[in-house]
């Protein structure tokens, strides 16, 4: 018991330090897993000693829960998977969460096979399977838990800009997606104001294909129709991708204040990896989610959190590989 709780006591002191020094990076979530990990087997070690039956019902409950879990999510993810198919189209990434529910299904029919038959090949594919799945599902993990806390835990600094990122149009329209960043991003705005501030609005996006115009354009416009005054606004109109949204927004805040400290609004789902892209520009802020459609938000999370492994493809690339080079290993000798 003092063991596990020592144990998680190091860990939660790692997350407290990597936390104060930056919020926007990954390993803060995997030191808070860690955290809640030992944590919750010192718990188990301290009930036992009060009460070794209730010990044991804890961990039975524990077990049980896995697999109903994992049952669970395959369901949501594939029914998920199909709402997306049906109201967002066919892309790539609009069936992220179906393939997810699907690969959960089908792995599992694959484990019971090899466990009918009495195959050593099989056997050890499944258990090299199992061992990368674990991993990538321990990182998954920890990005779900450090969204969920990123999310919830605000800054108290004042901040001179509130920058927007485009996401974008129909043709010139802005869609819902983009309307609720621009409405997060005015509501923050609104706020500062009544507190005496007055920061700047800074909306961020080039033309991409099949848009009219840029989007920074169309949301100044929709920002100016919602009231908000054009000459709080500065259009940031070149980029393409998040990370040049980011850089050239900087450029934009640095000039007109070095010492700048802004918000960066964005969707709930995106919010997470936008704060680690900041880190990576060498932007001066924390990122602040908006709302996003329930249906929307599973394919989205699989989605960022795809690219939060790609940012990191060398060390999960490495880790990836020795898992499969130990089933090769195995398979010869």
Known sequence: MIISFGIAGVWFVLFLY????????????????LTLFFGGIGTVF???????????L????????????????????TVNGVTMWKREGHRPANLLSLAAGLGIIAFTIFG????????????????????ALTYVSFLFVCFLAYSFVYARIRG????????????????????????????????????????????????SGGQGPGEDVPESHAM?????????PADQILLEDRSTSTFENLTFSRTIM?????????????????????AFTARKAKVNGQVLGSPTAT???PSATIREFAAVLLDHKWINGLILGLIFLRGLFVLAF
């Not at 990122?165 to 997606?177: A, E």
């Open 18 to 33: 990597t936390w104060f020094r930056d919020r926007r990076v990954l390993r803060n979530g995997v030191y808070l897993v």
């Open 46 to 56: 301290a009930l036992e000693q009060v009460s070794d039956t209730a010990a044991r």
């Open 58 to 77: 804890l961990v039975i409950a524990v077990l049980v829960a896995i697999p109903i879990t994992i049952f669970v999510l395959a369901i949501f993810l």
């Open 112 to 131: 019971v096979i090899t466990q009918q038959w009495s195959s050593p090949f099989l056997d050890v594919v499944r258990s090299t399977m199992l061992l």
């Open 156 to 203: 108290s600094r004042k901040v001179d800009f509130i920058v927007v990122l485009g996401s974008g149009l129909r043709g010139s329209r802005v869609p819902p997606l983009l309307a609720s960043r621009l409405d997060r991003a005015h509501l923050t705005w609104q706020r500062a104001r009544a507190k005496g501030r007055s920061p700047l609005l800074i909306t």
């Open 220 to 228: 100044a416009k929709y920002l100016v129709d919602h009231g908000v």
């Open 254 to 274: 640095a000039g007109l204040d070095p010492k700048y400290r802004c918000l960066i609004v964005t969707n709930n789902y995106h919010a997470l990896r936008a």
């Open 295 to 297: 249906y929307f938000w």
